[in-house]
């Protein structure tokens, strides 16, 4: 029984999500299973007067006392401490909603150890960018070196030119001297 309460407040949590209800959602809503929903997601009980408020403009009541029902065994199931500590490892925001200590506790351990992952997975992204970032310096410090030698390379070659160049224009104008330096 209580895995096919929470296996529908999984299945209405999807409607949750949205900021309102439509019309078939007023009309056919089983109001425990949206508070069920709404208590195992942590959700403030605020969530009652949207509902109400949508509802409303329908012409449609919310069955209040089936949603607050609902909701007080949700938040059964959300105010576990080791629940607590999920949460805050997802990083999930905590409204509040838990009236014992030992789930605000586990929250904030497991939210501290959040923030150390996240940071942790923020070095380590920024670690393989530089890796990346040095390795296409390098790459381009290796062009650089092949361009270098190239540049070196033509330089000779160039001497060369002029020097033969030198050496046929004097052989065409007579001056036969010949130049075997290069």
Known sequence: MRYLQLALALSVLSLT???SL???ECRNSDWYTLGLADGNRGATATQLNQYQKDCHEFNLKVDATQWQQGYQQGLINYCLPENGYRVGLAGEHYYGVCSNNQFV???NQGYERYLVN?????????LYAIDTEIGSIDNKLNNLTDKAALLKQKNVLLNEKNHLLDERLRLRQGDIRFDFRF
């Open 17 to 19: 999500q949205c900021t």
């Open 22 to 24: 439509s019309l078939e």
């Open 105 to 107: 506790e586990r929250y």
């Open 118 to 126: 996240k940071r942790l997975a923020e070095i380590a992204e920024r």
